[in-house]
C-alpha cells in the first residue's frame, strides 16, 4: 500500500513538473509577448486614437493603407533594406576568410573587428550622421580633397536610406564574421586536405569544399540578417527620423509615429501586422530548421 | 585550415597580408578611433572645425566629468537607470528561462514542441505589433513612465530566446546524471537546483553576457514606455541630450563612449563565452 501511494506520487510530480516549471515563463511571455499580437491584430480593425471607444471599421485601415503613398514608400525601402543588407552576409564571409590564419595577435584582432556589433545603434547612428554631416563630416572632408562638392547624404531623398543602411552593414557583418569565424575553425581538416589532393584551390576549394561545409552558418546569418533588415527601426530614428519628407521611413517606424503621434491607433497596427506578415515567412524558414533537427 | 596558412606562402605574401590586415582594421575601427578622439578634445577644435585633424589640446577629463556632472546634464542619472534596468531584467529571464528550459529539455509531454517553436518564434516578432497592447498593458497598471515597465517587459521578451539557448543546451547534458539524482530521491525541483544549474554555469555566463548587452542596447521600448528622466536608460537618454548640445560634438562624443563602453567591457571580458553563445545552437548541426 505504501509503495503504491509513493508510485502515486511519482508519476504526480511527473505530470506536475512541466507545469510550474513553465508557468513563470509561459505566463511572462503571452501577457507580453504572445497576447499582444493577437491584440494588435485586433485593434488593426478598428478606428482608435488610444483614447475612449474603438470603432470597429472591419478592413478599412487596410484598404487605406494600400493607397497611401507614404506606405509604398515605406514598403520599397524596406525592401531595399532586406536586398541590401544581404552584403553583410556576404562581406562577413569574406572578412572571416581573409581572417582566417594564426598569425600572432590574431585573437585580438578577431574581436576588434568584431566589437562594432556589441555598441548600441544610437551610438553607431550619431556617428554615422557625424560622418555624413555636409558641414564637418569625414565624408565631406574626402570629398573636399579630391575637388568635389560635399554630398549632405542624410538630407538626400534619393541617398538617405541607402546612407542609413550602411550604417547597419557595419555591425550586422561584424555579427556574420564571427558566425562564419567559427564556421571555419571547427572546419572538418580531413575534408580539407583530401580536397587539396584532388587539387582543389581557391575558389573551387571554396565553392566546392569550404562553402557546403559552412551552409549552418550561412543560413542563420542570412536569416537573422533579414530578420533584422526589416525590424529595423533605432537607426532610422536616430539619422532621419524618416525624412527627408517620409523618403527613409521604414514600416517599423511609420507604425511608430502614426501610433505616437498622428494618434492612430487602428491605422499602425495595421502597419505593424503587415510587418508582421512580412516576417513570419522568415520566422518560419529559421523554425521549421530548428525543429527539424529534433526529430 | 582553409584558406591556405598564410606562413606556408612567400615572405612578400606574408608581409602583405600584415600590411593590409592592419589598414583593414585601422579603416574598420575609424569610426570608433574618431569618436574616442574626439570625446577629448577641447572647444577650440570644435569651434574652428578641426574634427579630423590632431587635436589642440587634450580635455579628458573635462568633458567625460562634464557629461557626467548631476548638475550639468542628466547622464549619470541615465546611467543608474540602465544599470537598475539590464540586471534585475537579466537575472529574471535566465531565472525563469532555465526551468523552462529544463523541463523543455527534459519531460516528456505532450506540446513541448509546439511551445518552444512558440519561444523561438516570439523572440523574432517586430516590436510594432507589441507596442500598442504592451503600453496599454503598463497604463492600466499604472507602470508606464516608469523603470518597472522596461523590468518586467526585457525579462518576459529576454525568455524567448533564453528558453530557447538553455533548452539547447541542457537537452545534451547526460540525462543518467538527472535519473542518478531521481534514484536518490531528489524531486524535480532538486534536481533542477542540484544538477542541472551546476551544470549549466558556463551557458549562463554565455547567456548572461548576450542578454546584457540586448538589453543595454535597447532603444525602442526606452522610447515608448518611458520619457520623464527618472526613467529613461542611457540610449535614449543620449538622444534626447543630443539637442541639448546641440554642436557641442565633443560632448555627444563622450556620452556615446559612456553609454557603448559597459557593453564593449562586458564583450571584451567575457568575450569566449560571448562568442560561444552567439554562435551556439545556430552552427551545430
Known amino acids: 500500500m505504501k509503495k503504491e501511494t509513493e508510485y502515486r506520487w511519482l508519476r504526480l510530480q511527473f505530470t506536475l513538473a512541466p507545469v510550474y516549471f513553465l ?10 509577448v504572445l497576447w ?28 487605406e493603407l494600400f493607397g497611401d503613398a507614404d506606405f509604398h514608400i515605406a514598403f520599397a525601402n524596406n525592401m531595399r533594406w532586406l536586398l541590401l543588407m544581404l552584403m553583410a552576409p556576404l562581406a562577413g564571409l569574406f572578412l572571416a576568410l581573409f581572417l582566417n590564419q594564426n598569425v600572432r595577435g590574431i ?6 573587428f ?70 571555419l575553425t571547427s572546419m572538418n581538416s580531413q575534408v580539407l586536405e583530401a580536397g587539396r589532393i584532388d587539387g582543389a584551390a581557391g575558389w573551387t576549394m571554396l565553392w566546392n569544399v569550404v562553402l557546403p561545409q559552412l551552409r549552418g552558418a ?45 494618434f492612430r491607433m487602428g491605422y499602425g497596427a495595421s502597419i505593424a501586422v503587415i510587418l508582421f506578415l512580412i516576417m513570419t515567412v522568415f520566422i518560419g524558414f529559421f523554425l521549421r530548421t530548428v525543429v527539424k533537427n529534433e526529430r | 585550415m582553409f584558406p591556405t596558412p598564410i606562413q606556408r606562402t612567400s615572405l612578400p605574401v606574408r608581409v602583405l597580408y600584415r600590411v593590409s590586415l592592419f589598414a583593414l582594421l585601422m579603416v574598420w575601427l575609424l569610426p570608433m578611433l574618431a569618436i574616442l578622439v574626439t570625446s577629448i578634445r577641447g572647444n577650440a577644435d ?30 549619470f542619472q541615465y546611467f543608474i537607470n540602465s544599470v537598475v534596468i539590464t540586471i534585475p531584467s537579466l537575472f529574471m529571464a535566465i531565472f525563469f528561462s532555465a526551468m523552462a528550459g529544463y523541463t523543455l529539455a527534459i519531460h516528456r509531454f505532450r506540446g513541448r514542441i509546439l511551445i518552444f517553436a512558440v519561444f523561438i ?75 542541472i544549474v551546476p551544470l549549466i554555469r558556463p551557458a549562463l555566463a554565455s547567456l548572461g553576457v548576450l542578454l546584457f548587452t540586448f538589453i543595454w542596447n535597447d532603444f525602442f521600448w526606452a522610447l515608448t514606455l518611458v520619457q520623464s528622466d527618472k526613467a529613461r536608460p542611457i540610449t535614449f537618454g543620449l538622444q534626447a541630450l543630443r539637442g541639448q548640445w546641440s554642436i557641442s560634438w565633443n560632448l555627444i562624443a563622450a556620452g556615446s563612449v559612456i553609454a557603448a563602453v559597459p557593453s564593449v567591457i562586458v564583450f571584451f571580458i567575457l568575450q569566449r563565452q560571448f562568442i560561444a553563445g552567439l554562435t551556439f545552437g545556430g552552427v551545430k548541426e
Open chain 1, 23 to 32: 508557468a513563470p515563463a509561459v505566463i511572462l511571455f503571452s501577457l507580453f
Open chain 1, 218 to 262: 550561412a543560413f542563420i546569418a542570412v536569416v537573422v540578417t533579414v530578420i533584422g533588415a526589416l525590424r529595423s527601426f533605432d537607426l532610422i530614428a536616430i539619422m532621419t527620423a524618416g525624412g527627408p519628407w517620409g523618403s527613409s521611413n521604414v514600416l517599423a517606424y511609420m507604425m511608430y509615429q502614426e501610433s505616437l503621434f498622428n
Open chain 2, 121 to 195: 518564434a516570439g523572440n523574432f516578432v517586430p516590436y510594432q505589433i507589441l507596442m500598442i497592447p504592451v503600453r496599454s498593458l503598463f497604463a492600466n497598471f499604472e507602470l508606464l513612465d516608469t523603470l518597472w515597465a522596461l523590468i518586467i517587459f526585457h525579462t518576459a521578451f529576454q525568455i524567448g530566446f533564453a528558453t530557447f539557448f538553455l533548452r539547447n543546451f541542457i537537452v545534451d547534458l547526460p540525462i543518467a546524471l538527472v535519473e542518478s539524482a531521481r534514484i536518490e530521491g531528489a524531486t524535480e525541483m532538486g534536481v533542477f537546483f542540484r544538477v
Open chain 1, 107 to 112: 585573437r585580438m584582432i578577431k574581436s576588434l
Open chain 1, 114 to 183: 568584431f566589437f562594432p556589433f556589441v555598441i548600441n545603434l544610437v551610438v553607431i547612428g550619431l556617428i554615422f550622421s557625424w560622418f555624413y554631416n555636409p558641414d564637418l563630416g569625414l565624408l565631406a572632408e574626402l570629398l573636399r580633397l579630391v575637388g568635389m562638392e560635399p554630398i549632405p547624404v542624410l538630407a538626400d531623398e534619393n541617398l538617405a536610406t541607402y546612407g542609413i543602411i550602411i550604417a547597419n552593414l557595419w555591425p550586422q557583418t561584424a555579427y556574420a564574421m564571427i558566425l562564419f569565424l567559427t564556421g
Open chain 2, 46 to 75: 570644435i569651434i574652428s572645425g578641426n574634427y579630423w585633424g590632431w587635436p589642440t589640446e587634450f580635455k579628458l577629463f573635462e568633458n567625460y566629468a562634464e557629461v557626467f556632472n548631476p548638475a550639468r546634464s542628466p547622464m
Open chain 1, 36 to 63: 499582444p499580437v493577437v491584440q494588435s491584430i485586433w485593434i488593426s480593425f478598428h478606428k482608435w486614437s488610444g483614447f475612449g471607444e474603438m470603432v470597429w471599421i472591419g478592413l478599412a485601415n487596410y484598404r
